[in-house]
């Protein structure tokens, strides 16, 4: 039986097509019912967590490195990277400047890297499926230069 006001279906053809042409408006509402939903029901620590996942997804990345996040206020100048992949795994080093504080930038990376799968090792280093990312982190007059280096994890012998 036909919705009053509905536009008749041509035959063969499914019931909801706005959820078939667009699957990710559908995805998006059933992900904001849930959020709502959660912290309305006491579930804010899971509406963080989410805040926190789609925060990642709407994050900048450097040009010359798609995974590495690039903090916001931080410039990336694509031309001064240097990448090569080899056998054993990329070297990466790139480096990224702003009138930003250092904390802040420690703040960033300590909080967005886990979520990208990075292990913290200790003083501004991180692991992940066998490699090994720095940061080295200068304050001149005011303006923030943070060094990355991305490369293959050494592996001690037992």
């Given amino acids: 039986v036909p919705r009053r006001g509905a536009l008749p279906r041509p035959a063969g053809r499914p019931g909801r097509p706005l959820d078939l042409l667009v699957p990710a408006v559908a995805a998006v509402m059933r992900l904001t019912r849930r959020v709502v939903g959660g912290l309305a029901s006491g579930g804010l620590a899971a509406g963080l967590l989410l805040s926190a996942q789609l925060a990642v997804a709407q994050q900048q990345f450097f040009t010359a490195v798609a995974d590495l996040p690039l903090m916001p206020g931080l410039a990336d100048p694509a031309d001064a990277a240097l990448v090569f992949d080899a056998p054993g795994g990329r070297i990466v080093e790139l480096a990224a400047t702003g009138a930003v504080a250092a904390a802040a930038v420690r703040e960033f990376y300590g909080a967005t890297l ?35 280096s991305i490369a293959p994890r050494a592996v001690t012998a037992p």
């Fill in 114 to 148: 886990p979520q990208l799968g990075w292990q913290p090792l200790g003083g501004d280093r991180w692991s992940r499926e066998g490699e090994e990312l720095g940061l080295e982190i200068e304050s001149t007059a005011g303006v923030v230069t943070v060094r990355f």
